[in-house]
T-cell receptor, first 115, second 117 residues
Framework: AAGVIQSPRHLIKEKRETATLKCYPI?????VYWYQQGPGQDPQFLIS???????DKGSIPDRFSAQQFSDYHSELNMSSLELGDSALYFC??????????????FGQGTRLTVV | AQKITQTQPGMFVQEKEAVTLDCTYD???????LFWYKQPSSGEMIFLIY??????QNATEGRYSLNFQKARKSANLVISASQLGDSAMYFC??????????????FGSGTQLTVLP
């Protein structure tokens, strides 16, 4: 079965550079969530989108922005990168039309290293 | 206040034995969902089991079962017949609100489980 696809899997950037992370949700899923997991930390919610509109916002820095496109894929744009942005970034997708445990589907994550 | 509390930073268990990982939660919502995830050293987040707040039966998935005690607000994960491959970080998480409400998950701090041969 198709899963959530994230690209790239690994990314190395220098301080003050920009980075773009991509997420392709499970087909027919209409909601995308982004999480950030620092080293030795639990995942922290950043932002979510439902039907291409921002749904919820968590602890996302102003330097970061995200959007969901017409094909439901999402991109997380990160500018003026700082060393503290080094983390594992997860995308998850769900369908608001079902009543099941829809938050179960995570991508494999993008490991961002800022040097 | 912490919404999800996992009080065991690390746990050890002998291979083939059962182990219980603790999780307590805090919410004023009547509708919520509780999840357990496994995160091996490779970093991926693997879904294990789910319990809805209205589910009367404890959830089970193969060797995983969830000991749901609603009055105590606890959702402990029980792994039976531990295997070496079970060594990983385990996260408890909660979604407040109804399923399908597009609400995000809140995670606990995790428990690092090590299975000893």
């Amino acid at each position: 079965a198709a899963g959530v696809i994230q690209s790239p899997r690994h990314l190395i950037k220098e301080k003050r550079e920009t980075a773009t992370l991509k997420c392709y949700p499970i087909p027919r899923h209409d909601t995308v969530y982004w999480y950030q997991q620092g080293p030795g930390q639990d995942p922290q919610f950043l932002i979510s989108f439902y039907e291409k509109m921002q749904s919820d916002k968590g602890s996302i820095p102003d330097r970061f922005s995200a959007q969901q496109f017409s094909d439901y894929h999402s991109e997380l744009n990160m500018s003026s990168l700082e060393l503290g942005d080094s983390a594992l970034y997860f995308c998850a997708s769900s369908s608001a039309l079902t009543s099941e445990n829809t938050e179960a589907f995570f991508g494999q994550g993008t490991r961002l290293t800022v040097v | 206040a912490q919404k999800i509390t996992q009080t065991q930073p690390g746990m050890f268990v002998q291979e083939k034995e059962a182990v219980t990982l603790d999780c307590t939660y805090d919410t004023s919502d009547q509708s919520y969902g509780l999840f357990w995830y496994k995160q091996p050293s490779s970093g991926e987040m693997i879904f294990l089991i789910y319990q809805g707040s209205y589910d009367e039966q404890n959830a089970t998935e193969g060797r995983y079962s969830l000991n749901f005690q609603k009055a105590r607000k606890s959702a402990n994960l029980v792994i039976s017949a531990s295997q070496l491959g079970d060594s990983a970080m385990y996260f408890c998480a909660m979604r407040e609100g109804l399923a399908g409400s597009a609400r995000q998950l809140t995670f606990g701090s995790g428990t690092q489980l090590t299975v000893l041969p």
